[in-house]
């Protein structure tokens, strides 16, 4: 194997996975707070994707300075999703009359709803939302490398670094750890659970409403596009450790790297199969994930 | 004639009556409306193809009606019911299953995706319903034996050859030829149909392929795939994957500026769709050779009113003209309005008789570019070709067949590296 090409795939492999990392951190907060699958994850991102899209289409806003627009309405979408469609059931669970299955079946149903919503609204048509910024590459030595990509991957780091500060340092950032670790002990210590959920719920779809605007310049937008993000996420995630920020990164970087180096040496759909062969293994040697702490 | 027995004559004489009415009014109504089924892609990864294709079915059906129906069967006119497949084979199979069903129709269209046309003919077949099949190239469609299958375009290995002839003309016309082949197609049964033509072609015209990758649909990075080919340094390459994959790739391709002498030879897919060219800066299309079931720049020469028509009614609905699935969808409706026609009659099994002896030489069933509709006993269609077009200058020109070709357009062979564009 050519050392050029094999470097260059280890580059290419860490940018996607810094960039698959950074769009599964919201599915890993609202996975480790709320204990549950938000199977609209991917959907999620289609809708920021959109909201990029049109934000440059009727207002001429580049996707990049949509950022501060689209972070806090997805915020609010994702606090309604979880005040209105999965609160009432959470409620019921805490009486446990519902399995948890139910919550993973609930937002398999709001990722149905918001997908065929999008195509009804928005039509089949792949779509696409270029910056403004000109500079599509740029060479790093000899490799060309593609800046849109490099800056979702550096917005990932600087994200995670942020919500783990944040979750750290405020007095909401501790009462989601203390709710993560158990709910019921934070609910009699004076936090209001409910809100804490809410507020999770909806970082987490804000931290995907910054991560669609920063891939839309390079990713086509299509009503079905979330669910390939959707799927890598969960694996992304489960592979990092539920609920770890940095295990999302960890996680996203393994996959990356992983798919990236195997498909150089084996035919792409292969590889994606070893990738999910390497995340069975993982999990089988370490069930709780790469940095997820073990129970 | 007692009281009694008089009124139950008159009784029997209105129950036959009335039996009379219904049936003749059974029977006007049926003749009134003929329902033709299609299903198609009307979600899922290839929705905007599938719903050129619905397009290109409805502006027929509108024309036809509008033009007085099927005359033969009193005026009788067309109603198309759509089914959508989801790009998926199961939901294109209980799609079908309804359309032959529940809603009774005399004829079905569609399916685009060769993974869904071909399960779902099968039960078309077994239900002993004709089935146009419209956009599916995968060979076996037509190479079961069935009756009640037919197909106007080309086949997977028309379009094969029709992509090695285009590169042999080229080469015939400035002595410089493509030894080095790479290709790389969507995993599904159309792309590595079209994979197993060209291998198998190439072999017989002494032409290396020296890659060859399936790709996953729906990909979110192609630079793996990228740095494969940038490795194999081919002189051309070979793509068939469907819109929002054939964006992604052509981007990044363009973005890591990959030369490659005689440049990417698109067999339809993402290449052929308008949306895609909406989608992307026209300087990474360049150069572009696209082998489709349509002359792209027919309009140039063709400027029949039903065409027009057909055109102004995809801008309005789709917000782009005339693309190669409107003028199948198109096609296929003409095909069928045509054999009802003949058969005088949406009775299926005489409809299968009537497409079956279908000879089309002129008409708008001929928008597609063919010269002639004719099924051979298979129910493949072997006038069909496609057109090779070249993107020069901004507009996709034809370029083969040289009969195909306008007096001012000059291929562009082998194409400039990007350093020179």
Do not use: C, H, M
């Given at each position: 194997m050519d050392p050029y090409i094999l470097t260059y795939a280890w580059l290419n492999g860490i940018l996607v996975g810094a960039m698959l990392g950074g769009i599964a951190l919201g599915l890993s907060l609202i996975f480790g707070v709320l204990?549950?699958?938000?199977?609209?994850h991917g959907s999620f991102l289609m809708l920021a994707l959109y909201t990029a899209f049109w934000l440059q289409k009727?207002?001429?806003?580049?996707p990049y300075l949509s950022v501060p627009i689209a972070a806090p309405l997805m915020f609010a979408l994702g606090y309604c999703v979880q005040c209105i469609v999965i609160g009432p059931l959470i409620r019921r669970e805490r009486a446990l009359?519902?399995?948890?299955i139910s919550a993973l079946l609930l937002t398999a149903g709001v990722c149905i709803l918001i997908d065929n919503l999008a195509l009804m609204a928005f039509g089949p048509n792949v779509r696409s939302t270029p910056s403004?910024?000109?500079?599509g590459s740029f060479m790093l030595g000899p490799f060309p490398v593609n800046s849109f990509r490099v800056i979702a991957a550096a917005a990932a780091l600087v994200l995670a670094t942020g919500v783990w500060l944040w979750l750290a340092h405020t007095d909401m950032g501790r009462a989601i750890r203390a709710t993560a670790q158990n709910r019921d002990a934070a609910a009699m210590s004076g936090i209001d659970v409910p809100l804490v959920y809410n507020v999770t719920f909806g970082l987490g779809c804000a931290l995907v409403g910054v991560m669609g605007c920063l891939i839309a310049p390079f990713i086509p937008i299509t009503p079905q596009v979330g669910l390939t993000f959707g799927i890598k996420s969960f694996i992304v995630v489960v592979l990092g450790g539920i609920g770890s920020i940095a295990g999302s990164l960890v996680g996203g970087i393994v996959i990356g790297l992983f798919e990236s180096l195997a498909a150089q040496f084996v035919a792409t759909p292969t590889a994606s199969i070893f990738s999910l062969g390497l995340f069975i293994l993982i999990l089988l040697m370490r069930p709780q994930g790469l940095m997820g702490a073990a129970k | 004639m007692t009281p009694d027995s008089k009124r139950r004559a008159t009784l029997r004489t209105i129950v036959a009556a009335g039996s009379m009415l219904l049936v003749v009014s059974g029977n006007a109504g049926a003749q009134a409306i003929v329902k033709i089924g299609c299903v198609l892609p009307?979600?899922?990864?290839?929705a905007a193809l599938g719903n050129q294709t619905r397009v290109g079915v409805m502006a027929a059906v509108e024309q036809i009606n509008a033009a007085g129906g099927i005359k033969a069967m009193g005026g009788a006119k067309l109603q198309a019911l759509f089914g959508d497949s989801q790009s998926k084979a199961d939901v294109g199979v209980s799609e079908t299953e309804r359309l032959i069903q529940?809603?009774?129709?005399?004829v079905l269209c569609g399916a685009f995706n060769s993974a869904v046309t071909f399960p779902a003919t099968e039960l078309a077949e077994r239900n002993k319903t004709p089935w146009v099949v419209v956009?599916?190239?995968?060979?076996e469609i037509t190479e079961?034996?069935?009756?009640y299958v037919f197909r106007i375009n080309n086949k997977a290995t028309y379009d094969a050859r029709e992509q090695l002839d285009a590169m042999a003309l080229l080469a015939k016309e400035t002595g410089k030829s493509v030894q080095r082949l790479a290709l790389f197609y969507e995993s599904g049964d159309w792309g590595r149909s079209h994979a197993a033509n060209i291998r198998k072609l190439a072999a017989e015209r002494k032409i290396g392929i020296i890659l060859d990758e399936p790709a996953p649909p729906?990909?979110?990075?192609?630079t793996s795939q990228l740095l494969k080919i940038r490795s194999a340094k081919p002189d051309a390459l070979i793509l068939a994957l469907y819109t929002p994959d054939h964006l992604l790739f052509t981007r990044q391709l363009a973005e890591q500026r990959?030369?490659?002498?005689?440049g990417v030879h698109s067999a339809g897919g993402g290449a052929e769709d308008p949306s895609f060219y909406a989608a992307i800066d026209a300087s990474m299309t360049a150069y572009y050779f696209v082998q489709e079931?349509?002359?792209?720049?027919i309009l140039d020469t063709n400027q029949d009113p039903l065409l027009l028509d057909a055109d102004r009614r995809a801008r309005a609905l789709l917000g782009y003209g005339m693309s190669a699935s409107v003028a199948l969808g198109l096609a296929a409706t003409y095909v069928i309005g045509d054999a009802l026609e003949r058969a005088g009659s949406a009775e299926r099994d005489k409809l299968r008789d009537a497409i079956a002896a279908t000879d089309l030489?002129?008409?708008?069933?001929?928008?597609?570019?063919?010269?002639r509709i004719k099924f051979d006993s298979a129910g493949q269609n072997t006038f069909a070709h496609g057109v090779v077009s070249e993107n020069l200058g901004g507009k996709r020109r034809a370029i083969w067949p040289s009969e195909n070709r306008a007096a001012d357009t000059r291929p562009v062979w082998p194409v400039p590296a990007w350093a020179r564009r």
């Open positions: 204990r549950i699958v938000n199977f609209a009727l207002g001429g806003i580049d009359v519902v399995e948890p403004a910024l000109r500079v | 009307l979600s899922g990864g290839s529940r809603e009774n129709v005399a956009g599916a190239v995968k060979d079961r034996g069935f009756r729906n990909q979110v990075d192609f990959l030369d490659l002498t005689f079931d349509w002359q792209v720049d030489s002129s008409g708008p069933a001929l928008f597609t570019g063919y010269q």
